[in-house]
C-alpha cells in the first residue's frame, strides 16, 4: 500500500470549545495529505460545541461527531483511538491549528522508514493567540529514533496537536491515562502518552513549525501550579517503569522539570516557596543546569539594555498560517543541552541495542546527531 493509500484518523477532543473549534476543524479539512476521518469527541460539552461540529459534518462528509458525558480529555482522545479507523491518529486539540502540510510531512517521514518499530511522528509549534497571530516560534530543537533519555530531559514535542502515531502503537501502549485529571492534575497525559510510546518505539521528528499552539488564560495549559505537579508526577512515573535507566538519566530529567516547574508563572500564582523549592531540587540533581540558567538570565538582562539604548522597530504581527513553517528556526546550540544530550544520547542507544536486539535502525528518517539544535528545550522546561 502506498503512503498516500494510508488512511489518517485525526482525533479532536472537544470541552466548551465553541470559541475556536470551527478555526480548528478548518485547519484540519484543509490537510493536503486527502485520505483522512476527522472524528470530534464531544466531551459532555454545556455550550455550542456539538452544534458546531455537527454542522461541519453536515458540510463535509469526513467528519464524524461522537458525544460522550464529560470523562476528560484522556479518555476523549482513547474514544477516538478506539473509534478510528486509520493506520494513523493525529490528535488535535479543539484551540489548536495545524499547517496544511502537517499531515503529509508526518506520513511521509514514517513511510520512508518502512519499519514498525518508527511508531510516532512530531512536529515543531509556534505559539499563537485568540485571534491566530503568532506570539513567538516554539523551540527548535528536535530528535529522532531511540530518544527515551533525551525526551525526558527536553520534552521535545510540547503540545497534544502535534503527534501523529501507529494506532496499533497506540493502543498497544494502552493510549491515554486518565488518572492525572482523576488526581486534579490533568495537562500532562500528552507528555506521559509520548513517554511511554517512547519506552518502546523510534520516534520520528520533521523540523517545521507546522502546530499552531494556542495559549491563553484559562486554557489548561495556563495554570502553572497544576501543570508544574503534573509534569514532575509524569516523569516520576516514567523514571518508576524504567528503572534500567542510569541514575544520570534521572537526575538530568528532574533537574530540568524542577526547574521549570519553578517558573516565574509559578511564583506570580502566589506559589513562592513552591518555587524555590522546585529550583533547589533542579540544583541538587544538576548544579550545572543552575549556573547556565544564571548565565543566560544575565545574557537577556544585557540584550534588554542594549535593545533599550538601540531599539529595533517591532516586526508587525503575522497570522500562524501567513508564516512559513520554515521561519523561525534557530540554528545556534546551548553547550549545556548539547552536552547533556550528547551523554543522554548515548544510553538512548545502548538501550536501543538491547531493546531490538540489533545494530540501530539504518532507515532513512534522520539520526539522532544529524539533527538542528536549538538554545531552548520545549515547553522552555529548562
Same mark, same amino acid.
Given at each position: 500500500?502506498?503512503?498516500?493509500?494510508?488512511?489518517?484518523?485525526?482525533?479532536?477532543?472537544?470541552?466548551?470549545?465553541?470559541?475556536?473549534?470551527?478555526?480548528?476543524?478548518?485547519?484540519?479539512?484543509?490537510?493536503?495529505?486527502?485520505?483522512?476521518?476527522?472524528?470530534?469527541?464531544?466531551?459532555?460539552?454545556?455550550?455550542?460545541?456539538?452544534?458546531?461540529?455537527?454542522?461541519?459534518?453536515?458540510?463535509?462528509?469526513?467528519?464524524?461527531?461522537?458525544?460522550?458525558?464529560?470523562?476528560?480529555?484522556?479518555?476523549?482522545?482513547?474514544?477516538?483511538?478506539?473509534?478510528?479507523?486509520?493506520?494513523?491518529?493525529?490528535?488535535?486539540?479543539?484551540?489548536?491549528?495545524?499547517?496544511?502540510?502537517?499531515?503529509?510531512?508526518?506520513?511521509?517521514?514514517?513511510?520512508?522508514?518502512?519499519?514498525?518499530?518508527?511508531?510516532?511522528?512530531?512536529?515543531?509549534?509556534?505559539?499563537?493567540?485568540?485571534?491566530?497571530?503568532?506570539?513567538?516560534?516554539?523551540?527548535?530543537?528536535?530528535?529522532?529514533?531511540?530518544?527515551?533519555?533525551?525526551?525526558?530531559?527536553?520534552?521535545?514535542?510540547?503540545?497534544?496537536?502535534?503527534?501523529?502515531?501507529?494506532?496499533?502503537?497506540?493502543?498497544?501502549?494502552?493510549?491515554?491515562?486518565?488518572?492525572?485529571?482523576?488526581? %486534579?492534575?490533568?495537562?500532562?497525559?500528552?507528555?506521559?502518552? *509520548? #513517554? @511511554? !510510546?517512547?519506552?518502546?518505539? +523510534? &520516534?520520528? $521528528?520533521?523540523?517545521?513549525?507546522?502546530?499552531?499552539?494556542?495559549?491563553?488564560?484559562?486554557?489548561?495549559?495556563?495554570?502553572?501550579?497544576?501543570?508544574?505537579?503534573?509534569?514532575?508526577?509524569?516523569?516520576?512515573?516514567?523514571?518508576?517503569?524504567?528503572?534500567?535507566?542510569?541514575?544520570?538519566?534521572?537526575?538530568?530529567?528532574?533537574?530540568?522539570?524542577?526547574?521549570?516547574?519553578?517558573?516565574?508563572?509559578?511564583?506570580?500564582?502566589?506559589?513562592?516557596?513552591?518555587?524555590?523549592?522546585?529550583?533547589?531540587?533542579?540544583?541538587?540533581?544538576?548544579?550545572?543546569?543552575?549556573?547556565?540558567?544564571?548565565?543566560?538570565?544575565?545574557?537577556?538582562?544585557?540584550?534588554?539594555?542594549?535593545?533599550?539604548?538601540?531599539?529595533?522597530?517591532?516586526?508587525?504581527?503575522?497570522?500562524?498560517?501567513?508564516?512559513?513553517?520554515?521561519? %523561525?528556526?534557530?540554528?545556534?546550540?546551548?553547550?549545556?543541552? *548539547? #552536552? @547533556? !544530550?550528547?551523554?543522554?544520547? +548515548? &544510553?538512548? $542507544?545502548?538501550?536501543?541495542?538491547?531493546?531490538?536486539?540489533?545494530?540501530?535502525?539504518?532507515?532513512?528518517?534522520?539520526?539522532?546527531?544529524?539533527?538542528?539544535?536549538?538554545?531552548?528545550?520545549?515547553?522552555?522546561?529548562?
Amino acid at each position: 500500500m502506498k503512503s498516500r493509500e494510508k488512511l489518517i484518523s485525526v482525533v479532536i477532543p472537544a470541552y466548551n470549545a465553541e470559541r475556536f473549534l470551527e478555526r480548528t476543524l478548518r485547519s484540519a479539512a484543509a490537510q493536503t495529505y486527502s485520505p483522512i476521518e476527522i472524528i470530534v469527541i464531544d466531551d459532555g460539552s454545556t455550550d455550542t460545541t456539538r452544534d458546531i461540529a455537527l454542522r461541519f459534518a453536515e458540510a463535509d462528509a469526513r467528519v464524524k461527531v461522537i458525544n460522550v458525558a464529560n470523562g476528560g480529555v484522556a479518555r476523549a482522545r482513547n474514544i477516538g483511538i478506539e473509534r478510528s479507523r486509520g493506520d494513523y491518529v493525529a490528535f488535535l486539540d479543539a484551540d489548536d491549528l495545524w499547517h496544511p502540510t502537517k499531515i503529509a510531512l508526518q506520513v511521509a517521514t514514517l513511510e520512508a522508514a518502512d519499519d514498525p518499530s518508527w511508531a510516532a511522528c512530531y512536529t515543531l509549534f509556534r505559539s499563537i493567540d485568540t485571534d491566530d497571530f503568532t506570539q513567538r516560534p516554539g523551540p527548535s530543537r528536535y530528535r529522532s529514533g531511540y530518544i527515551l533519555a533525551q525526551l525526558l530531559f527536553a520534552k521535545f514535542v510540547g503540545n497534544g496537536s502535534s503527534l501523529l502515531v501507529r494506532r496499533s502503537a497506540a493502543l498497544a501502549v494502552g493510549g491515554f491515562d486518565p488518572s492525572y485529571a482523576d488526581a %486534579g492534575i490533568g495537562g500532562s497525559e500528552d507528555l506521559d502518552f *509520548e #513517554l @511511554r !510510546l517512547a519506552a518502546r518505539y +523510534r &520516534i520520528a $521528528a520533521v523540523p517545521q513549525f507546522l502546530v499552531g499552539y494556542r495559549r491563553y488564560v484559562g486554557n489548561m495549559s495556563s495554570s502553572q501550579l497544576r501543570m508544574s505537579r503534573a509534569v514532575v508526577e509524569t516523569v516520576r512515573r516514567c523514571l518508576a517503569a524504567n528503572p534500567d535507566l542510569p541514575k544520570a538519566a534521572g537526575r538530568y530529567a528532574l533537574a530540568t522539570t524542577h526547574n521549570w516547574a519553578g517558573g516565574f508563572n509559578l511564583w506570580r500564582e502566589g506559589g513562592a516557596a513552591l518555587s524555590l523549592a522546585h529550583k533547589m531540587t533542579a540544583f541538587r540533581n544538576d548544579p550545572l543546569l543552575t549556573a547556565f540558567r544564571i548565565y543566560h538570565w544575565l545574557g537577556r538582562r544585557w540584550h534588554a539594555v542594549t535593545a533599550a539604548v538601540a531599539p529595533r522597530a517591532p516586526a508587525g504581527p503575522r497570522k500562524y498560517l501567513d508564516v512559513s513553517p520554515l521561519d %523561525g528556526l534557530e540554528l545556534r546550540p546551548s553547550r549545556y543541552h *548539547e #552536552l @547533556r !544530550l550528547r551523554q543522554l544520547a +548515548r &544510553i538512548d $542507544a545502548e538501550r536501543e541495542r538491547r531493546l531490538f536486539s540489533s545494530k540501530p535502525s539504518t532507515s532513512t528518517v534522520t539520526r539522532p546527531e544529524e539533527q538542528v539544535n536549538s538554545s531552548e528545550p520545549a515547553a522552555s522546561m529548562s
